[in-house]
């Protein structure tokens, strides 16, 4: 499993979004895109996906935009992950037997380096990452002074 643009992208969009959850007003793709340097048209794309998951909301009208569809810290990195990659993201087949014991024994790493990554990504949230976030620019700025 490898963090793809694609990837990168959404969850900064969602980070972008879990910091503005509590006012309560929806964001427009520009606003995020300024904000973290995504594409326009790409973020569209992006978060049209992540609204069919359920994981955001859209508004439309003049004040319309996009909004978390659940509270930040009830979202992890695994859904985002599952939503954007779909079943690209699920190990080898169990079912088709390994051709040799090699096969058997990269099958087997595998499926552990997988659940391994799974289980950290079902470990941290969005409001993991905000406070993350929050953390190390604070750490930036007692470095600077």
């Given at each position: 499993m490898e963090l793809s643009c694609k990837n990168e992208?959404?969850?900064l969009a969602l980070i972008e979004l879990?910091?503005?959850y509590k006012s309560g007003e929806p964001l427009q793709?520009?606003?995020i895109s300024a904000q973290?340097?995504?594409p326009d048209r790409?973020?569209?794309q992006l978060l049209a996906n992540l609204r069919r998951c359920g994981l955001v909301r859209s508004q439309r009208g003049a004040k319309g935009g996009y909004v978390l569809a659940r509270d930040p810290w009830k979202i992890n990195l695994f859904e985002v992950m599952t939503c954007l990659e779909g079943a690209d993201s699920?190990?080898?087949e169990k079912n088709a037997p390994p051709k040799t014991v090699e096969g058997?024994?990269?099958l087997e790493i595998w499926q552990e380096a997988h659940q391994a990554a799974n289980s950290v990504l079902h470990r941290?949230?969005?409001q993991d990452l905000c406070e993350k976030r929050d953390a190390r620019r604070q750490l930036d700025i007692m470095y600077y002074i």
């Open positions: 992208y959404a969850i879990a910091v503005h793709i520009r606003q973290q340097k995504i790409y973020l569209e699920q190990p080898i058997a024994v990269i941290y949230t969005l």
